[in-house]
């Protein structure tokens, strides 16, 4: 499904003009919230297929208003929300060079949209989306994975330009931006990291990577955007300078994937506007490097230089980067410490980076007196100045002088870290992070090499010489390993002439002095062999990495004595890997350098002395010159004359040692090791000689009907050695290879039948088979080790674009990738030779071996192998299935057998190829012989995976008679050869696939039918043929009589499980025999398996919809059914059909009159119609199955529900056979209902007549009446006396009797639920409460369609809204709002007409969201005056509740409700009149539920979201009852609303609303409640840090004015009298201004809680002078310092700059804390 998503996105521009209207025609209709499974699915149709082109199509202007509003009409709704920016943002991406193409309504809507996404935790809680969970899945096959993030970023990099920034520069995207990372800014703090930190991180990466993309697209000449709409530098500079700050603070954050995605960041930033960015990263950095105290920042610092490296070296990006390179060299070189790997991989990665693109040389002869830098302030300085190029290039020359010093440094730190190794096998874990280590070793000393010049190779060649004269570093022989090869690879030959003979001398001096000499089959853990081990791997890299040829004789002598020495395992298996990367270092083809510049600007002087304005340089592909090593003839005649000395040798002594009696026991195995392990580095080594395995026979086995069809893949002629047929060595090495796959053959079967035990030799053996049958061309470690090297280096250096701008380090492993990609492409598709017939056999009886490691081995390398060979697994899946017969006994070979059909490869054939797919069913549901724990849990897992793989899919296939005509005009329109045979041997074929495939399904079926009825079958295995059997019902193929007695039979068994199968089956059974009535032989209706119902009928509307037609329509929805005239009175059962804009046509059922005939029951399916129609015809089956249906549920509780799948059941039952059954029926109904106590009766109760109602969708009229005539009755009985235990199954029931069905079906049952009148004066709770229960069920399904039926009851229910049991008032509330939020329906006449309305009321309040009728208005206001007037009358709780508080609660529950659902449409217009009266709820003192429920309802009503024409209206009323209100309580529970409230609601304000909350907010800090103006100061912060920063220096001078105005009078000190009397006049008034004052200027002190902006300093010392007044004002001031120095310490060393040498001394006065002793 995402193929043909994403088939339907690149297709949208070949859409036609006309197809954006008839998309929209098309989806628009089936719209509504009513329904939110509905709304979704038909909303991700819309938005994936709606083509956003306005060049190609309809302009998206035309139909973009309409979707803002539907968007208006759902909140809280991720995956909503997450469509419409996708598509919103589609279209900015696609108009980029359209103006005007979104208002600023629309453009504040998706940045409400996107502050929202990043969900983050303001006021009490995070928002989070909690309806999507009840819109179903059905929508995500479709649904778009893009975050919502990643749309929102879109917009917003699509939407910047020069234009909108200059006309409206305070409402412009980018100013909009600014809005949001300051609304956001403390959540990218260090302090406050949480979740929200990673998703801010990929946030910013997003933004920077966007952006670079629309930058680098717009510098092509092919650009389409118009000139005056692209990116300038200016724009560029205001981008990077909006983000640049908070991704500064969030390099340092606490979570590694967030540091991660930052530095990203900063390297597209880098590109974007290096002078903005690079300079305050080394701001940072060297302070960081310098102290290596702080190892997070460290870590963190040396990491994002890494990132850096080329933008920063760049001489065109930013000219003062290079002076800065051997300074960070030198400081980063503390970083390679073991003891902390992380720091150390980060600084070989920072190394690897900034030397990758700097050729490593001193291009200066004096020194390093010629640079003189004058440090970072310099580099800040000249930010906005022009460079002088000749100065920078000069630094640039003068800094390399001190390569010298640090490469000496690095590489004694680095051998430093290899002495202090720990020994190997110290454990998994630290096995994992030495290896680790040592990879990036090899990556970062192979760059590092390979730039050196040659004067400090020769230094580096001293250094290690000495290394390889001293002491043996055995504990880190592979790091010395990778480090040696590195060195090897920049000069090959000096260093095979310089380290060769050490190495000979010290490996032929351990050997003298008998290491190795004690023979071992398995690796010792003594350390006897280890320095001998150790110089063996160090010649293994030196040989892989060097010029092996002028050392020909001395390697081969060398060879031999350890071939012939060698006893112990290790010993001789480094031995053979000797001989495998010889022969790797002359056959294979690969990159002899990854330097910086190819080999002619390398080897030009003149070009090098001029190096340093290269660094950083970037190459497209294809300039990079590669110097490839390819075998001369020489190396291939030495790769030859080793492989006759060692190779052929060991294969004839291993020929020798299988029929020899010399040996026996260990010594046989020992020396069996020592040859395989040579034979194994051959076939390793010399996999690209010649390209194919010798002249063995095509095998035609296994191929079966595609022998024809089947041909190999094309092969790539690449990388072989030997490709003339003429030349004698090609004959031999073929020869050679054939002869090696037929003694692996002979191995294998000497192995299986005589040394079955001997593990460890067959697992080297089982090793070789797989690199001979996979490793075709390349060897997989090979392969795999290149691709994650590109991979990795693809990431570090990748940039967006078309054109592929890499350093040559990385085109080279790009070149290097693509050729063993090409090998390795070669290993596949191959035709199979009867030798690989054999040796994949061979690897298959292993792979079922009694040895568990054998299997193991021999399962990974047949799953390799036989992916490379066509044919291998219908080679391999017979022996497989044979091993799962029941005549095996052996438990061992079942299990490996069953591993490997787990596995994918293999399990896809047995899925989809009908050759094996019926054995396979079979083996696994007649495996029960094999009573092993383990085989029986295999034996379910592969079941599980079977069935829930399985597709099932159609055997026909649908030829078009089209088809020849079309082929053979694409034959001539592409110059093809094009034989008319083949499309008729084609559909021959196709025809004989199917029937032989129907011919297998029948036998299955049988089969299958045949093992369900064995009497002595395990239960287990009973269910799993039963599962296999309903999974194979299909429509095209008739139930058979046999099928449908066995499932009956099954349906009264004892075991629920075999029940609930046969349920499904049945219902499966049953709805087929429709499918096939319906279809009357239609091939085309059984393959889709819907058949149109003879019913139906397509209605089509009018061109012009009469005015009254949608009230028409909702007053023919609840009449009575005229079945005198079927076609006035048509069925819709869908609720969305008009609800948002009627549709052209639309589908309906016409009412079944007594003459209309149904057509016949397909003849084929007749026996078994027959058949289950005279079972369900006995009424000892109806007890029999109501009995077991009424049994506590066994799997628990969670299972204890109304069951869709029982109800589906009945339905079929009574759809089927309509009232026939009813005589029978009928008294079980009944008797279940009248079990009132049991509530599994009643459950069965409810899916029994839920499936009755259901099925008689399309009896006569006569069966309808006869059935409601005795069961309104019974209904209505059984629901008066539902008890507690049974409610959920009779809502559940009445939910699924009234979903997807039109009203007028139904309508008795509705008519019983909406006339049972609420009583106030019942005692019984539960019986009132029961009865709105269903009604609500009721509602929820029904929905608009029921609206002229709901006035009665709305105003009964509000008659109740005081009612006195909480049961009651809880389940009203919620009854209530589904009244409300049901009676409005847009029900535009057309599309047409619905685009043109809201084109023409864009900003305007909706008729569909914000406004409620004259009638619903009324109701409210009433309600608003009722509450008021029982506030009034209220009296305290302990008397009893009143009508107020009943009300209130009744009302708190309505609210809560309507503000946690999705739907808006009645939400606005209830909620917001009552806004006033939640606050006094929340002021109830003698209250707490009532306090309880308006808090929740009031955050609730904060995090809401509102359209922007409505945000004006709640400002005014959040200031009025802050104004007005004479509680203080009520004015502190406003500010938080107001808080969240103006964080949600954001992009709705504009300034003057924000200055009007703000001075609201103000008001408050002279409140007489001290309460309040600690929140009142608490709530401005917040104002002050989301938004109004430019009213910080009004906010300060009228703050210092308040406390200038309100000195506080001298008190008189009288002992005598009370402290209250000894205050003067006007003390406590101006205590309160004073503390005003100073809690304003905290406010703004803490809306910067991680910054100093220019005024804080001056702010603070003004704020000190307060310290001493008396509390609460000095208790302010002690708190405002307080955290001041708790959220700045981190940075303090900063931050302290900002200060002044007096405001300092002020500062710490403050800040530290008073000594006991001062």
Known sequence: MVKIIRLIEEAQRFFPPEASEEILEEFLPNMTTSNLPDLLKAQTYLSTFLPTDAKNGMDPREWMPAIFRIWSMVVRSGEFDRNFMSLISRVALDNVGVKDMFTEGQARTMFAAGLNALNLPVGKGQQTSTVDAEGGTSHKAVSRNDMRMTSFVTFIVNTINPVAEEQNPKSSSLAHLRDLIQATESFFHPSNSGPWSYALALFLQALAWYYLKRVKDEENPDCKTPQELRLTQELNDKFVETIKGVTFLAMFSKDQRAIAQTHMTLRYLAWIAPKLV???????????????????????????????????????????????????????????????????????????????????????????????????????????????????????????????????????????????????????????????????????????????????????????????????????????????????????????????????????????????????????????????????????????????????????????????????????????????????????????????????????????????????????????????????????????????????????????????????????????????????????????????????????????????????????????????????????????????????????????????????????????????????????????????????????????????????????????????????????????????????????????????????????????????????????????????????????????????????????????????????????????????????????????????????????????????????????????????????????????????????????????????????????????????????????????????????????????????????????????????????????????????????????????????????????????????????????????????????????????????VMPEVDAESRPAFDHLEEFFGQASFWDKLVEFMAQEPVRGERHDAFSSDHARFYKSIFGLWEDKLLDVVQPVMAKLASRVDDKNSQRTAAELIGGLIRGSKHWKKGQLDGMWSWLTPLLKKTLQQCTPDSLVYWERFVKYVCLYRDPRRVLPFITLLFNTPLDPDSTAAFAESKNLFFTRAALVSLSWRVSLLTPSLREDCLKHITHPYKQVREILGHVINELFQSSPHPSYKSVKELLKAEAQTVGQRSRMVESLDDKSSHQIQTLTTSLANWRQERQPSIQGSSNYTNASKTVLAWVFQALSGFKVQATYGVVIPLVPELFHMQDIPDDQDLQQLATLSLLQLARFVYPPSMVPEMVDLFCTILRSSTSWHVRNNVLPVVQIFFYTNLYSMDVQMMVKVMDAVSSMLLDPQIEVRHLAATTLSGIVRCSQRDATQTLIQHFKRLLAEAPLPNRKRNRSGPAKENLPEGYSEALVKRHGGVLGLSSLLEAFPYDVPKWMPEVMVFLAQFFSDPPPISTTVKKVFGDFKRTHQDTWHEDSQRFEPDQLEVLSDMLISPSYYA
């Open 278 to 1156: 690079i300079p305050g990263v080394l701001e940072r950095a060297y302070p960081s490097l310098e102290s290596l105290t702080e190892t997070h920042r460290t870590t963190s610092v040396i990491s994002a230089l890494g990132s850096l490296a080329v933008p920063m070296l760049n001489r065109d990006n930013y000219p003062q980067g290079g002076k800065h390179l051997t300074p960070l060299l030198h400081l980063t070189v503390p970083g390679v410490d073991l003891n902390d790997p992380a720091k150390t991989w980060y600084t070989l990665l920072f190394v690897t980076s900034m030397i990758a693109t700097v050729p490593v040389r001193d291009l200066t002869e004096m020194g390093s007196a010629g640079f003189q830098w004058g440090g970072i302030e310099e580099d800040m300085m000249d930010v906005d100045g022009p460079v002088d190029l000749e100065i920078e290039d000069s630094n640039r020359k003068a800094t390399t002088a001190e390569f010298e010093e640090w490469l000496l440094k690095f590489l004694r730190r680095a051998i430093l870290m290899f002495e202090n190794y720990p020994e190997a096998n110290q454990g998994a874990k630290k096995d994992a992070v030495e290896g680790s280590i040592t990879g990036t070793i090899s990556y970062c000393f192979e760059i590092l090499f390979g730039q050196l010049s040659p004067k400090l190779y020769d230094m580096t060649t001293k250094l290690v010489l000495e290394l390889l004269e001293s002491a043996p570093l055995t504990n880190a022989g592979r790091a010395m390993g990778a480090f040696i090869s590195c060195w090897a690879g920049a000069d090959r030959k000096s260093a095979m002439s310089k380290v060769f003979p050490i190495l000979d001398r010290e490996i032929r001096s351990e050997l003298e002095h008998g290491a190795s000499s004690i023979p071992s089959l398995a690796y010792s853990h003594l350390h006897r062999d280890d320095s001998l081990h150790y110089y063996q791997g160090l010649l293994n890299q030196l040989v892989l990495s060097s010029d092996i040829l002028g050392h020909r004789q001395e390697l081969i002598s060398l060879v031999k004595l350890m071939v012939d020495k060698c006893q112990d395992r290790h010993g001789y298996k480094l031995t053979g890997k000797l001989l495998a990367n010889a022969l790797k270092n002359l056959l294979l083809t690969y990159t002899l350098d990854l330097r910086s510049h190819h080999k002619e600007q390398w080897q030009d002087e003149a070009f090098m002395a001029e190096s340093h304005k290269h660094w950083g340089q970037l190459s497209e592909p294809g300039t990079e010159k590669l110097n490839w090593h390819t075998p001369s003839q020489e190396e291939i005649n030495f790769a030859i004359e080793l492989i006759d000395l060692f190779h052929v040798t060991s294969a004839a002594r291993l020929r020798d040692l299988m029929n020899s009696s010399t040996f026996e026991g260990k010594q046989l195995s020992i020396e069996l090791c020592k040859s395989m392990t040579m034979v194994k580095a051959f076939v390793v080594g010399m996999v690209t000689l010649v390209e194919d395995d010798g002249d063995s026979p095509i095998s035609k086995a296994s191929l079966g009907e595609d022998t024809v069809s089947v041909q190999p893949m094309k092969r790539i002629e690449v990388g072989y050695c030997l490709t003339d047929a003429n030349d004698p060595r090609r004959e031999k090495i073929r020869k050679i290879r054939a002869d090696t796959g037929a003694l692996l053959h002979e191995l294998m079967t000497y192995f299986i039948t005589k040394r079955e035990d001997d593990v460890e030799n067959i697992k080297v053996l089982v090793k070789t088979a797989r690199v001979f049958l996979s490793d075709h061309g390349t060897d997989s470690s090979n392969y795999d080790s290149n691709k994650k090297g590109y991979e990795f280096l693809k990431q570090m250096y990748k940039l967006p674009g078309d054109k592929k701008l890499y350093p040559r380090v990385m085109l080279c492993r790009r070149a290097s990738s693509m050729h063993y990609l090409r090998l390795k492409t070669n290993s596949f598709g191959r035709a199979k030779t009867d030798l690989h017939d054999a040796l994949i056999l061979d690897l298959t009886e292993l792979s079922l071996s009694r040895y568990t490691d054998v299997r193991k081995k021999a399962q990974q390398a047949l799953l390799k192998s036989i992916r490379c060979f066509q044919g291998a697994k219908n080679l391999v899946i017979p022996v497989l299935l044979k091993a799962l017969e029941s005549t095996n006994t052996d438990n061992e070979r079942m299990k490996g057998a069953l591993f490997l059909l787990a596995a994918r490869s293999l399990s896809l054939p047995c899925l989809r190829d009908w050759r094996f797919a019926p054995d396979y069913v079979l083996r696994l549901c007649t495996a029960y012989h094999a009573d092993k724990p383990s085989i029986q849990a295999l034996v379910r897992k592969n079941f599980l995976e079977y069935i829930i793989n399985m597709t099932n899919a159609s055997f026909k296939v649908l030829v078009s008679s089209d088809l020849s005509a079309a082929v053979e005009q694409l034959s001539i329109v592409h110059r093809l050869k094009y034989d008319s045979d083949t499309l008729v041997r084609a559909t021959n074929k196709a025809k004989n696939r199917r029937l032989n495939n129907i011919k297998a399904y029948d036998n299955l079926i049988v089969s299958l039918t045949e093992v369900v009825q064995d009497a002595t079958l395990h239960w287990r295995y009973q269910t799993m043929a039963m599962s296999f059997i309903e999974l194979l019902m299909r429509p095209e193929i008739p139930c058979s009589l046999d099928i449908a007695k066995f499932e009956t039979k099954s349906l009264l068994s004892e075991m629920p499980t075999v029940r609930r199968i046969a349920l499904s089956s049945l219902s499966i059974v049953m709805v087929n025999i429709k499918v096939r009535t319906n279809a009357q032989g239609d091939p085309y209706s059984l393959i889709i398996r819907k058949a149109a119902n003879p019913l139906r009928r397509v209605v089509t509307l009018p061109d012009n919809v009469p005015d009254d037609f949608t009230w028409e329509y909702l007053k023919a929805s609840v009449a009575e059914i005229n079945y005198d005239s079927p076609e006035s009175s048509l069925l819709n059962d869908q609720v969305s059909t008009g609800w948002l804009v009627w549709p052209k046509s639309f589908k309906a059922y016409l009412p079944r009159s007594d003459s209309f």
